[in-house]
């Protein structure tokens, strides 16, 4: 039980161009689900706070205009990398809780 | 907010020896304490969790102890595997259903 799913596992997009991440609980409700970011070679950093029914909560120095996350419902929250430059690729993680499990992460590159 | 420190950011044993690697962290809040172990390319896997009315906990060749008056958790895995050799990871919250605050990892190699 208490599986994260995330999809896409990669993508690779053009320099301006938006792309949408999406983190499902599969089996059990999640009115809460944490976004991280992995750069190479360091470690995982919160990004925002995703909310069901309500706005995200973003860690200081994350740009909500440019990290846009929807939490419309139990089961799914979304991050979207709007105009993405290539500072933008990284690694990208999800949790829910009440569990420490991470969804399977998905790798953007920008070019 | 929490700050966790983790060390080494490299380390290197022969198989068959222990690995120790060494967290602590700032904020008396914290009471959830999980290890994560990356591979390359793959998401962070959590191998073993302790919480603070716990001192110490094991499962196979892994154990966690911690301090809470010290603010400072271990890892220990004992006779270590080339399997073993991954990237890991300490974090800390006030509970499993908090956002995590992350060392910085440790790059553990085992060498047949």
């Known amino acids: 039980g208490a599986v994260v799913s995330q999809h896409p596992s990669w993508v690779i997009c053009k320099s301006g161009t938006s792309v949408k991440i999406e983190c499902r609980s599969l089996?059990?409700?999640?009115?809460?689900m944490f976004w991280y970011r992995q750069f190479p070679k360091q470690s995982l950093m919160l990004m925002a706070t995703?909310?069901?029914?309500?706005?995200?909560?973003?860690e200081q120095g994350v740009e909500k205009d440019k990290f846009l996350i929807n939490h419309a419902s139990l089961t799914l929250s979304t991050l979207t990398v709007t105009s993405a430059h290539p500072e933008d690729s990284s690694f990208y993680i999800c949790?829910?809780?009440?569990?420490?499990?991470f969804g399977q992460g998905t790798r953007l590159t920008v070019v | 907010g929490e700050n966790v420190e983790q060390h080494p950011s490299t380390l290197s044993v022969q198989e068959g020896d222990s690995a120790v690697i060494k967290c602590t962290y700032s904020?008396?809040?914290?009471?959830?304490f999980p290890w994560y172990k990356q591979e390359l390319g793959k998401r962070p896997q959590l191998i073993i969790d302790i919480r603070s009315n716990v001192g110490e906990k094991k499962d196979q060749r892994i154990a966690v102890t911690l301090n809470k008056t010290a603010k400072h958790f271990s890892l220990h895995i004992t006779e270590t595997q080339p399997e073993d050799s991954a990237v890991y990871f300490c974090a800390a919250s006030p509970g499993p259903g908090y956002a995590l605050n992350f060392g910085k990892g440790t790059s553990l190699l085992v060498t047949p």
């Open positions: 904020d008396s809040a914290s009471n959830y």
């Open positions: 949790s829910a809780p009440p569990v420490a499990f």
């Open positions: 089996d059990f409700q999640a009115t809460t």
């Open positions: 995703s909310n069901e029914g309500s706005k995200a909560t973003y």
